[in-house]
């Protein structure tokens, strides 16, 4: 055979599988040396951090369908939700209500300060009752604190005149409970709302519960979802989830 017809014949490699070894953790017997275990096989490696994808938008969950949170089966509201990105974590906000008040005349524990606080200890709810008719067009804060200082200075006339200290109370207070039942049925012709029966079953809840009445007022224009929640400036933007587009 010459040596350019020289070849080496090619080696047959076995087809059948490679036996791998295996180890199963039992009890405390410990892995060797480089394997470690883990309960979730999927689960990313240490000092792994999820990123955000780029460009990213807001994640709207369809009206009447629950929100879930991301490891757990529990729906977080039946409600339309609006997913805001903000940082590591997600805030959530629920959309403004239509045709209703934003939750019931009683429900005024949910936020404390400030629409309980300042409806009950601050000027009878005169800030912000002025705070809320400058929102919502009905007047501006200006003109209610006026009115209401002008109220306090006629009662004080009339309580050096009258001898009853009283009247400094009374005036300022009538004041408040007319102004606010006139707001509370410009917010419900505002926003179409119908649940109390009209202009009359609003001006009975306004006079019969003034103080609920300026703390739902709050919570439906501004939002308020916790216990403390927001502060006294009269331009506070309100925290609603922007419109979902259709």
């Given at each position: 055979m010459n040596k350019e017809e020289q070849y080496t014949q090619p080696t047959l490699v076995s087809a059948q599988p490679v036996p791998t070894q295996t180890y199963t953790a039992v009890g405390t017997i410990a892995a060797p040396p480089g394997v470690a275990y883990t309960s979730n096989p999927y689960a990313s490696p240490p000092g792994y951090v999820q990123q955000p994808a780029y460009g990213a938008q807001p994640a709207y969950v369809t009206a009447g369908q629950p929100a879930y949170v991301v490891g757990g089966a529990q729906p977080v509201s039946a409600q339309p939700m609006y997913v805001q990105p903000n940082g590591n974590a997600a805030t959530i906000q629920r959309q403004r209500p239509v045709g209703r008040w934003g939750d019931n005349i009683c429900d005024w524990p949910t936020n404390l300060y400030p629409s309980c606080y300042c409806s009950c200890c601050v000027c009878c709810g005169m800030w912000i009752v002025a705070q809320m008719a400058q929102k919502t067009g009905c007047s501006t804060f200006r003109?209610?604190?006026?009115?209401?200082?002008?109220?306090?200075?006629?009662?004080?006339?009339?309580?050096?005149?009258l001898g009853s200290g009283n009247w400094i109370y009374i005036i300022p207070l009538i004041y408040m409970l007319i102004t606010q039942i006139i707001l509370r049925i410009h917010i419900a012709k505002r926003d179409n709302i119908t649940e109390m029966g009209g202009c009359f079953g609003e001006c009975c809840v306004g006079f019969w519960c003034m103080s609920c009445s300026i703390s739902q007022m709050a919570r439906h224009l501004y939002g308020y979802n916790k216990v403390l929640d927001g502060d006294g400036d009269p331009d506070r933007p309100d925290q609603y989830a922007p419109p979902m587009q259709v």
């Open positions: 003109n209610i604190a006026w009115g209401w200082l002008i109220c306090g200075i006629v009662g004080f006339i009339l309580a050096i005149v």
